[in-house]
Structure formats: C-alpha cells, structure tokens
C-alpha cells in the first residue's frame, strides 16, 4: 500500500462563539450544478495537494480565497493551480477567482478567510496542532470542511474535534477528513465484508507504517521561533503530534474501523535514535487492546536502510487477510467507486454539500487520532494508558495534558521553541 506522499509523486469554544452568528450552510445549492467556492488554510505541499484533489475531484467548484502564515506558499499555490489548469484544459477564469486581496498571511489569516461570504466549503491542511481551533471556526462560520488527518497533538485537542463534530452536525455541515482508505475502494469493500463475518470475529491483528526518515528543515538564522516551527513541524511532537499520530494514524484508522470501535488501553515504547532535528522519536512499538480479547500490535518507524512495510493484517476466528488485498468471499459486495481515493474524498463532500445529505468524519478521525496519542503517552511514559484517561477521567494526569505552544500561542506571538534534540525518555535510574 502507498504512502500519500508515494501516490502524489506517482500518479474550541471561544471560536465558535466568534463566528455564532454563522448559518447552517453558507447557502442553498440545487439541482447539483451551483458553483462550490473554496477556501484552503494551509498552503504547504499538502495544502496544495488537497487543492488540486479538489479541483480534479467535480467541475463547478472554484478556489476564491487562500490562507497561510507566509505569502510565498500562497504564491506557489496560485501557481501550481494555473499550471493545473493548463494541464487539465480547464479555463483558469472558472477555477481561480484568487487575487492578492483573497490571500490572507499571518497566523490569524484564517479568521479573515472564514469571514469571507463567496466560501462554501474550507481545506484545512495547516500543521495538526491548528486544527482544532481551525474546525470549531469553520464550523461557528458555518463552512463545510476537508481537514487533514491528523486533527490534533493532545487529548484536550482530540476532544474537541469531537465536539465541533457534534456542531456540524447540528448545523447540517459536512466534514471529509483526509484518512484517504476510508475512501478507497478496496479497503471499503474489506471492511463489509469482514464486518459481514468473511473472516468469523476479528481476534486481532498487526499493523504497520514502517518507512524511511522524512524532511527535515533545518533553521535559519531569520526564523522567529513561530516560523521555524512550522517549517519544520513534522519535526516535533508539538506541531505533528509525533509520526505515530501524524503518519500512523492511517493504520490506527483502519483497526478502528474494522473492529468497529477505538482501544480501550495501550502499552509501548520507543525511542529516539537518527533524527536531526526536533524532539521526536524514530519509532514505536504498542499494543492496542480493543477489549474481548482482542489486541492489535502496532509498529512504526522513520529510519531509513531498514525494512519497509505499510499494512494492515487481521486475524479472523476463520482466517487472516490483508487490508489491502480484496478478500475472496462468496457474498455480494457492494461495488465501490474505484480511483484515486485522494480525489474520491473531496467528490464525495462536494456531492454531499450540492445534495444537502451531509457526511461527518470527525468522530472517526478524532478516535483514531486520540488512539495514536494514547500510544505515544505510553511510549514517552513507559505506563499503560486508558482511553477513559483521555475522554473521561478529568483526574488523570493526562486528561489535560496540553501541549505547548499552542495554536494559540502562534496568534499571540507568544511561541517558544522546545528543546530540541531531546525527547522523553521513560522510567528511572
């Protein structure tokens, strides 16, 4: 199974209240063909990605505002979407209603952006630790949103993805969240099947993104603390929530979906050993225990010249399958939508915005995204963390465990980098 990255190269309270007198929808669409205007907060390379998706993704849908902490990326998106255009035949005039007025830099150029009446629906791509008060200002905007996995770096942040969830769906508001295998073809038809007994009752499982060491930036001596952390935040646990939440959160996903609901406890370790820069680990170890005997063991890892694997296997009470191999069976699967499931993500929030029948991901997205913080407080603690830990039991010490800086820190100029070349290391002498 592909990477993202691989498959591009190859084929909170206070903001909702801000943004309270939002409608439920920023307008009536009818008869499928209204224009879909779009706004996207986050122009980095998967920003920019998830621009292009979109557009590839449905015709009558058009980019009018752009949002992100410095100009030069919104630049290259406007350029990467003329050269989209020119490549796809489609007229630039049609899809590109962006002009220097329409893009907003700083790191409160999102609240402009939302602010805008000529946007629909918002891509959020910004850095992980934004994307809580990203949503819950969308949402109080009344806006339709694709966000990027992951949704948060913390417990406090999982949560209230959670609750902004429960917002848009009070609102009648869709959210497509960017765990793409939940869009593709082969992972939907394995998951019916096997939540229609293909393989007799799921007993557990492995599952695994074992990769090589992604980019890493290295600072300048004009980055203000603010600024170097964003351009090198897959480098830090504040930014990224670590690789196991950033990348491996795929994989997580796909447990959670399959089984039919998150872990109820994890254990693990890792460990920090090549990474030149941040505070992470390389990788990690954990055991998932959904509860009724069953356990999947999760293994990730950023180092390269190792062994590589990206999948997900589960053990059946009749048999053992791979993810992401169709599963031989006799009964009647539904026939998916086949294709890019990058592109299928955004079609499928776009049709459900012109239909008025709104599709929600966050819970899902949340539970997987909260799954991987429970395994990477393990690992960084060396204890057994519980998911009541982190949803439920305000005593714990992890509960509201709130990592810093803080989405709100960037707005206040307030940010201070972490030390780095460290990372936690569990137990005592």
Not at 24 to 51: H, N, P, Q, T, Y
Not at 57 to 65: C, E, F, K, L, W
Not at 101 to 113: H, I, S, V
Not at 165 to 177: E, F, N, P, W
Request: charged share 25%.
């Amino acid at each position: 199974m592909q990477s993202r990255r691989e498959f591009i190269k190859g084929s909170s309270g206070l903001a909702l209240g801000m943004f309270a007198l939002g409608s439920a929808s920023s307008r009536i669409f009818a008869a499928g063909s209204d224009l879909i205007r779009v706004g996207a907060i986050g122009c980095g390379g998967r920003g920019r990605g998830a621009i292009i998706d979109c557009l590839e993704s449905s015709d009558g849908v058009a980019i009018t505002a752009l949002a992100d902490p410095f100009q030069d990326r919104m630049a290259e998106a406007v350029r990467q979407i003329r050269q989209w255009c020119q490549k796809s035949g489609r007229p630039q005039e049609q899809v590109l209603k962006v002009d220097p007025e329409r893009m907003f830099a700083g790191y409160d150029g999102y609240k402009r952006l939302l602010a805008l009446a000529d946007v629909d629906m918002v891509i959020m791509a910004a850095p992980p630790v934004f994307r809580p008060l990203h949503l819950e200002a969308a949402i109080g905007a009344g806006k339709h949103v694709f966000m990027e996995k992951p949704v948060a770096v913390d417990p406090p942040g999982a949560r209230r993805i959670m609750e902004a969830g429960r917002q848009a769906q009070q609102k009648g508001l869709s959210i497509v969240a960017g765990t793409q295998r939940r869009y593709q073809k082969v992972y939907r038809q394995n998951a019916y099947a096997i939540q229609h007994g293909a393989i007799g009752r799921i007993i557990g499982g492995r599952i695994w993104w074992c990769g090589g060491a992604l980019w890493f930036y290295r600072r300048q001596p004009n980055d203000s603390d603010a600024d170097y952390m964003v351009k090198n935040w897959v480098s830090f646990t504040e930014m990224s929530g670590d690789h196991i939440v950033e990348q491996h959160v795929h994989n997580i996903d796909i447990a959670n979906w399959f089984i039919g609901r998150p872990p109820r406890m994890a254990l693990g370790f890792g460990a920090r050993a090549r990474r030149k820069t941040g505070d992470q680990y390389d990788f990690f170890s954990v055991d998932f225990d959904y509860g009724e005997d069953v356990t999947i063991h999760s293994m990730c890892r950023q180092i390269n010249g190792c062994y590589g694997r990206v999948s997900e296997q589960f053990f059946g009470s009749e048999r053992a399958v791979f993810a992401d191999n169709p599963i031989q069976t006799s009964m009647s699967i539904p026939d998916f939508e086949d294709g890019n499931p990058y592109v299928i993500e955004h079609r499928e929030l776009i049709r459900s915005i012109r239909s008025g029948k709104p599709i929600n991901d966050a819970k899902a997205v949340a539970e997987a995204t909260m799954a991987a913080i429970m395994g990477r407080i393990s690992a960084y603690t060396g204890q057994m963390v519980r998911w009541s830990d982190l949803t439920e039991s305000q005593s714990s010490p992890w509960y509201n465990l709130r990592l810093s800086p803080t989405a709100e820190d960037f707005e206040a100029g307030t940010v201070k980098c972490p030390q780095e070349e460290q990372a936690p290391i569990p137990g005592s002498e």
